[in-house]
């Protein structure tokens, strides 16, 4: 069961990074997938991968929040 657990959280995070540029959703995706090969790792004792994702995750996250406020900024007005 932990082995599906790695392979789901695994392809989540195959499958958001390579559409990570149709959507923000998809960057908040990958952080989920990131937080979940960590804990995979960490159940499997495999810390020093443990840390790599956790530090994944929290980078992912640092950008879907920058995306997120930058497509919430209004379009500049042009002069006129």
Avoid: C, D, H, N
Avoid at 15 to 30: A, D, G, P, Q
Wanted: proline share 5%.
């Amino acid at each position: 069961m932990l082995t599906v657990f790695g392979s789901v959280a695994v392809t989540i995070m195959l499958l958001s990074y390579w559409l990570e540029r149709r959507s923000k959703w998809m960057v908040l995706l990958f952080a989920a997938g990131s937080a979940l090969t960590s804990v995979y790792s960490g159940l499997a004792a495999v810390y020093p991968i443990t840390v790599i994702e956790a530090l994944w995750a929290a980078v992912a996250l640092q950008r879907f929040t920058q995306r997120l406020r930058r497509e919430r900024r209004p379009a500049p007005q042009a002069p006129g």
